[in-house]
């Protein structure tokens, strides 16, 4: 009966999905709007993501440099920062999600449209601005997915770092990390790179979108 509940929820949220967009282009906003908001709300929230991961590697940095007392107060506000990071890589994946589910309903709505075109001349230019969208798409999505996974070595070394701290909360501690910490610092400058690509392929496909509608 397992995959009855899984088709059951399949088909609940395509309904939902259809009633969403349907009501949204009742009030004049269609599925390109829609994509174009959501790569706007994944701009900002690798933007955020980028400052969380450089706080978190801040807060280590200034740990790093104590010489005992202060510790504990250290080690609460690097926990802190690192379940800030956690929740802003689970807001970026959470993003790219949502803009892939309007991008392929956008597509294949368009593809099925295509076929009610009786001019041959309109739908061969509708055809390859099509054709052309799916391009900027693909360089985006595999930007932000490519971004997207260089959170995960980051967040391991910082759980570990977190989790090694919390069960030695002493100088000896914070000298085991201490060789830890160049690796980690490289980590973070390369997730700060791709996350900049990643930014910058999105300006440029909502830029593109938005003179496709001009």
């Not at 009742?26 to 690798?46: E, P, S």
């Not at 061969?124 to 798409?137: F, K, N, P």
Request: proline share 0%.
């Amino acid at each position: 009966m397992r995959w009855l509940t899984i088709a059951t929820a399949v088909v609940f949220l395509a309904g939902c999905q259809s009633a969403y967009y349907g009501a949204m282009e009742k009030v004049g906003i269609h599925k390109r709007d829609i994509l174009v908001d959501r790569v706007d709300d994944a701009r900002d929230a690798q933007a955020d993501a980028q400052e969380e991961f450089k706080s978190a590697l801040e807060r280590l940095d200034e740990m790093l440099q104590i010489d005992g007392g202060e510790l504990e107060a250290q080690y609460k506000a690097l926990n802190s920062d690192y379940e800030a990071s956690v929740a802003a890589a689970e807001r970026v994946y959470d993003r790219i999600e949502a803009i892939d589910d309007v991008a392929q309903d956008l597509f294949d709505e368009w593809r099925d449209e295509l076929e009610e075109y009786s001019n041959d001349n309109l739908r061969r230019q509708s055809e390859r601005s099509l054709r052309d969208t799916e391009r900027r798409y693909s360089a985006l999505l595999q930007s932000m997915e490519r971004a997207a996974a260089t959170m995960d070595p980051v967040l391991e070394k910082l759980q570990d770092n977190v989790l090694y701290l919390k069960h030695n909360l002493n100088a000896a501690a914070v000298d085991a990390i201490r060789g830890e910490y160049r690796s980690l610092q490289a980590d973070v400058a390369e997730l700060i790179k791709e996350m900049e690509a990643a930014i910058a392929e999105s300006d440029a496909f909502i830029q593109a979108m938005q003179e496709g509608q001009s």
